[in-house]
């Protein structure tokens, strides 16, 4: 069901002599794990436990040193390469069966200058790791809303979270990154540096080389916030989206929310009575006056709730509230696609499927765009699709790995009906199924630039376990 990363004709690295293997372990500061080792078993498993890959090798880099050995290693070798930021892409690029995995999980430090308004942190850190050490400081840089997602691979595809409508998408927040090129050279890209590389990796992907570390502008948040998380009956959802969408011509930035389809959790606090059944909920983050909270959000509050989880918090709370909904190992199948308006046909097809949703774990989510994220030109970054107001996400969260066809086809079939919409097009890199998408619906007009970019950088094609920009001459 997995799909496979490795095309005809790939040099696996299990071929390579033990001699080549010993040579690189020499030069490293990190373990290289072999299939045999200890902890082998550990580095390859990512947060999605649908993937199930054995790497022939895996280099656990504490540095930029052992990047560029691990580069070096796979050019020369020309082993397949996967890169590890968090591990939390659903399509599992970030392993890939006898290939060479550049895990970058002990590259997580976090730097923050308040003073200038910036963090640096590294190609492995999580969300969590940003927000503990800026919130320190009052400040946050725009990420995504679960904590333990890894901020490489969000950014370099883009990154939606509670801050983009005011701030921007996480890559619009770039100020530099630290790159490791295809041909084991080091560069900074910036405004200023290697301009081009900058522009790509804002919304390319890992098409450009491994990403070691990564700067970004910070902004003034919490440290406490409002929460809003109030759930209704799924028969109320036409209603509550009607209202939903009125409200969104006139809501400040300051307000994000998302509300998603879904079955009540059975747990408290929600009233047993409801565990099980349809529902809609708003799930948001609203910064400035606690006091405006309740006028601010208003029509989302005014139906007929069956629980309102609304309450003060500290943003770092906030930011780790849905961490226990995606727990490691669970197996996960999440495909996204754009929408110019929010219709009565697209609130259809949500509450459709959700009512036909073979795990109650899973939900169908409708991401609210826009604000800064649509006022930045289309051309200004490689991220394409600025200018969608919403994007509709089918996520299938499962336990049972019998029912790995049928999550898996209720998700195709929620998106074939919403595909078919007037309203829909377009796609994201971090919600991309099994990454089988081709990389124009990514990246629209700007897709020929990157491929520009993609030849200068990597001609070889040596990162391609991503959203892939085959670079001029290797189609
Ligand atoms: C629970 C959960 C919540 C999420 N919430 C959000 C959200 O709020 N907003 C949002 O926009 N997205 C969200 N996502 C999607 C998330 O942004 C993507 O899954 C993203 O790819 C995860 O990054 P990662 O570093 O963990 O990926 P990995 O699985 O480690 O890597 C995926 C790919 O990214 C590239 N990559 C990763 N690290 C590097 C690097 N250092 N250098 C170069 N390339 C690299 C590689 O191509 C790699 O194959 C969420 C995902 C999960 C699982």
Redesign the pocket.
Known sequence: MTASGTSAGDRRVSDLSQQAIDDLRSGLRGDLLEPDDDGYDEART??NGMIDRHPALVVQCTGTADVVAAVEFARETGSEV?????????SG??VADGGLMID?SPMNGVHVDPEAGTVRAG?GALLGDVDHETQLFGLAAPL???S???????T??????HLSREYGLAADNLREVDIVTADGQVRTASEDRHADLFWAVRGG??NF????SLEYDLHEVGPEVSQLFVWYHADEAADRLAAFREWTESAPRTAAVLPFLAHVPAEEPFPEASWGEPALAFFGCVRGDPAAFEETVGPLTAGDPIVDLSERTRFEALQALLDED?PDGLRYYWKSLYLTELTDEVVDVMVRYNDSAPSDLSTVDLWWLGGQVADVPQDATAFWHRDKPFMLNFEANWEDPDRDDDNVQWVREGFAAAEELAVSGGRYG??PGFAGDPAHLLFGENYDRLVEVKTEYDPENLFR??QNIAPRGTD
């Open positions: 990512v947060w996967s890169i590890h930021g968090g591990g939390h892409n659903v690029s970030a970058l190609g995504g809303v679960v333990e997602t890894g901020i490489a691979g969000l370099l595809n883009g990154g939606y979270g992907g890992g080389g491994v990403v070691t995606y971090n919600f376990l991503n």
